[in-house]
């Protein structure tokens, strides 16, 4: 399936999510989940500083998106969407960073391992959102004044087992980094 990069569809009724990124957004999703892996180092040592630059590279994949769709995007509204995600996985995303956080008490390998995951997570999450939101530009009826509508489809997305499909699509985007 990973040949099928542009096959994309919204979660079905038994919540099985299809991803696959459309071309004109994968330099996006690429740069993206570039910036957010480089930040696992940083963060690995602080939850603010990895939120607040995560929200920042969200914001800015998301703006770039949108203007590849040719539906722009006001700046306060990409950061108000990002915001909401934020929110609606933040009690997920807080036990993940304090589980990972424990490991820099472990010399040397501890902090490699946080570092590690964190980079792995920050990765994910910024593909997922990105191959999310790709999805659903490309849906004739999708408004993107529909905030609570985005919201749930990127936290069905976030919390759901990758299909084979979404690893061969994410390890083509990581090659391209």
Known sequence: MASNVDSHSLPDKSGTIRLGIPSKYRPSVRN???A???LGVPSAFSLGLDAAAVAAVWAAMLKSMSTASSRELDSVYVAKLVGTVLAGCG???VAIRIG???FNVI???G???SIAINSGLNAILTFRLGSTFATMLEQPDFELTDMAKITKT???AFISIPTAGERGDFSNIIQGI
């Open 107 to 109: 010399p040397g390998a």
């Open 100 to 102: 990972t956080a424990l």
């Open 154 to 156: 990127f936290l069905r």
């Open 36 to 38: 957010a892996t480089a």
């Open 111 to 113: 902090t490699t391992a």
């Open 91 to 93: 009690s997920y995303l």
């Open 32 to 34: 993206g989940v570039a």
